[in-house]
């Protein structure tokens, strides 16, 4: 089955102390982006990636960092969690034709107390 | 700067009633447009997307949209709503089509479809 994974679904940690989530895709699609969901906010881009070893930052890239190693995973880093990224995240992948549209993951909810 | 506006926020629709979001974008360039749709519990996904042609485009579920370049708008409509409808809309924009890779979408409409 075509899908975006991501990895935890669901995280409570504490200040400081470094956590990666997971985001895979089985579609071979080049192009892959990390978004964060706020009430009222909609959803702001993170950091996109073009392809293997090309990332470049959206909307919102403070405090986070992205790595494209492998066409299939682009994982979000955050090196120092801080309550104000509290947020939900969504890791989307497309081709790289027209329009690229996008293929959702499921969504990360991370608590930072 | 690169934005989306959506005008509503909340929307509540009684069964068979017509739809219409509205969207407009300021981005710059040949610009890619998108709806797309989060069911309670379910993924996004998308539910219509213009990037050339016809500036009337059909969508899943019976859903069409209309680019209007000079209002830089992309109004989603739907002319009788089910309840099945209920969802959080998005409106999204990109300049794939002038170079330009980043993906900036609106702050969303929850729509409540009353049965």
């Known amino acids: 089955e075509a899908q975006v994974t991501q990895n935890p679904r669901y995280l409570i940690t504490v200040t400081g102390k470094k956590l990666t989530v997971t985001c895979s895709q089985n579609?071979?699609?080049?192009?892959m982006s990390w978004y964060r969901q706020d009430p009222g906010l909609g959803l702001r881009q993170i950091y996109y990636s073009m392809n293997v070893e090309v990332t470049d930052k959206g909307d919102v890239p403070e405090g986070y960092k992205v790595s494209r190693k492998e066409k299939r995973n682009f994982p979000l880093i955050l090196e120092s969690p801080s309550p104000n990224q509290t947020s939900l995240y969504f890791c989307?992948?497309?081709?790289?034709?027209?329009?690229?549209?996008?293929?959702f993951g499921p969504g990360t909810r991370l608590t930072v107390t | 700067a690169q934005s989306v506006s959506q005008h509503n926020h909340h929307v509540i629709l009684s069964e068979a009633a017509s739809l219409e979001l509205g969207c407009n974008y300021s981005?710059?360039?040949?610009?890619?447009l998108f709806w797309y749709v989060q069911y309670p519990g379910q993924h996004l996904q998308l539910l219509l997307k213009?990037?050339?042609?016809?500036?009337l485009v059909k969508g899943i579920k019976g859903f069409e949209a209309e680019f209007i370049k000079s209002k830089f708008s992309f109004n989603l409509r739907k002319p009788s709503v089910q309840w099945s409808d209920t969802a959080e809309y998005f409106c999204a924009v990109n300049g794939a089509a002038s170079g330009t890779y980043k993906y900036i979408f609106g702050t969303g409409t929850r729509l409540k479809v009353l049965a």
């Open positions: 981005y710059g360039g040949t610009v890619n």
């Open positions: 579609m071979n699609h080049e192009y």
């Open positions: 989307a992948s497309s081709f790289r034709t027209d329009s690229y549209e996008q293929y």
């Open positions: 213009y990037f050339s042609g016809d500036p």
